[in-house]
């Protein structure tokens, strides 16, 4: 039981990780129907930055402010430069510039920072809470309260505010969004910069646990986007759930069978929602009329 337990606590950390990253893909999915694989690449940006500026003797919240910021910027450059001038593309064009993005991020950090593994301390000590036979950091509780403090915020900005619905109003047609006031190109760059930022905020909660580097985010990207299909792609309540439970079948996975399965669950989750149920738990069944 102790062993499950532990299994379960591991699982929802990590989850959580998988989780702030869907939320990402699902805010720039809403905005604009494009899939956005250098998500994982701001969840690397907003460890590496936070970690480098502590070291050079920023107290560590300002490092964290300073990380998410910087990298917000870097989404907002990300949609100037790269998506906004290919728009009216395919999407699949549009997907592959992200991913284009994405190694061009990923050789600019190995260049700027270095191939190093690095790790933050954590917030609130390494002492570990013991519960029932099992452990939980209390990094874990930082990882997991900022996922649900994120998801919250989300929904209700989605759902709550003008700004979100005009998110949503963009993403459902752009050309009505504009004809009834709304500023679509400022719709894109409020997505992409609220998108990095939460990635960031993901890379500055789980380096002190899991170490960060300046390739982690193509894993990270990976596990993400399972998790939003999981969930449903486009649905905030659909990416934590499906973040929460890639992360909980991982760890199961990994303690009862083997740790040499565990990169694989992403992929088969990846598979059986294509196959099975393409909406995902969440999301809406559409019908499309040719």
């Not at 303690?255 to 990846?270: D, M, N, P, R, T």
Request: with cysteine.
């Amino acid at each position: 039981m102790d062993a499950l337990l532990q299994f379960v606590f591991s699982g929802l950390t990590v989850g959580a990780v998988y989780a702030l990253v869907a939320l990402g893909f699902t805010i720039i999915y809403n905005a604009s129907d494009v899939v956005n694989f250098a998500q994982g690449e701001f969840v690397m940006l907003g460890g590496m930055i936070t970690v480098f500026t502590y070291n050079a003797g920023l107290p560590l919240p300002l490092a964290a402010a300073l990380a998410i910021l910087i990298t917000a910027a870097a989404g907002v450059a990300l949609n100037k430069l790269a998506i906004e001038p290919a728009r009216g593309a395919p999407v699949v064009s549009l997907i592959i510039i992200t991913i284009g993005a994405s190694i061009l991020i990923r050789g600019a950090a190995q260049l700027i920072f270095d191939k190093q593994l690095h790790r933050l301390p954590a917030f609130s000590g390494d002492d570990p809470i013991h519960v029932m036979g099992a452990t939980l950091l209390p990094q874990s509780l930082w990882v997991i309260g900022g996922a649900l403090v994120v998801f919250v915020g989300l929904w209700l900005f989605f759902t709550r505010t003008l700004t979100g619905k005009a998110v949503l109003a963009t993403a459902n047609n752009r050309v009505a969004a504009q004809l009834v006031g709304i500023n679509t190109g400022w719709v894109m760059t409020l997505s992409f910069a609220l998108s990095a930022a939460i990635g960031a905020l993901a890379g500055v909660l789980v380096t002190p646990i899991t170490l960060v580097s300046y390739d982690v985010g193509v894993g990270l990207a990976l596990k993400g986007f399972a998790a939003a299909m999981l969930g449903g792609m486009g649905n905030p309540k659909g990416a934590l759930v499906g973040g929460l439970l890639l992360g909980l079948l991982e760890a199961l996975c990994a303690g009862y069978l083997s740790s040499q399965y565990k990169e694989a669950v992403a992929f088969v989750v990846i598979l059986a929602v294509l196959f099975v149920m393409p909406q995902g738990l969440f999301g809406a069944k559409s019908t499309e009329r040719v």
